[in-house]
């Protein structure tokens, strides 16, 4: 059974930091693309950044330059750095993991960890 476990959220004023980690009990860590994403009230889900087993790194335009996304396969963890954090960057953040395969898409969900950034 997959489990993702996010932790790191809470409340930041704007202009201050988090970071979230990801926990991922997930057989072969290594081959799958993590990452984040969020959803805010009455807003459709969307990626924020995503780092696949091998290759570059890929980001929202508007967490640029301010969020950083990382993996230790060794631990079997992922984490997002947010910086200069900003009142829109409110929202409920997941960990996903995902890799396809002959038999099909594997897709999987963390509960999701509530970020918020308000002064």
Same mark, same amino acid.
């Given at each position: 059974q997959?489990?993702?476990? $996010? /932790?790191?959220?809470?409340?930041?004023?704007?202009?201050? /930091?988090? =970071?979230?980690?990801?926990a991922a009990s997930i057989?072969?860590?290594?081959?799958?693309? @993590?990452?984040w994403y969020r959803q805010a009230p009455g807003k459709q889900r $969307?990626?924020?950044a995503a780092i696949p087993s091998g290759g570059s790194t890929n980001y929202a335009d508007s967490v640029k330059?301010?969020?950083?996304i990382s993996r230790d396969n060794a631990? +079997?963890?992922v984490y997002l750095q @947010? +910086?200069?954090?900003?009142? $829109?960057?409110t929202a409920v953040y997941y960990? +996903?993991?995902?890799?396809q /395969?002959? =038999?099909?898409?594997?897709?999987?969900w963390g509960q999701g960890t509530q970020v918020t950034v308000s002064s």
């Open positions: 997959v489990q993702l476990v $996010e /932790s790191g959220g809470g409340l930041v004023q704007p202009g201050g /930091s988090l =970071r979230l980690s990801c057989t072969v860590f290594s081959i799958y693309t @993590m990452g $969307e990626l924020v330059g301010r969020f950083a631990k +079997n963890m @947010m +910086n200069s954090l900003k009142p $829109e960057d960990c +996903n993991a995902y890799r /395969s002959f =038999r099909g898409d594997y897709n999987y």
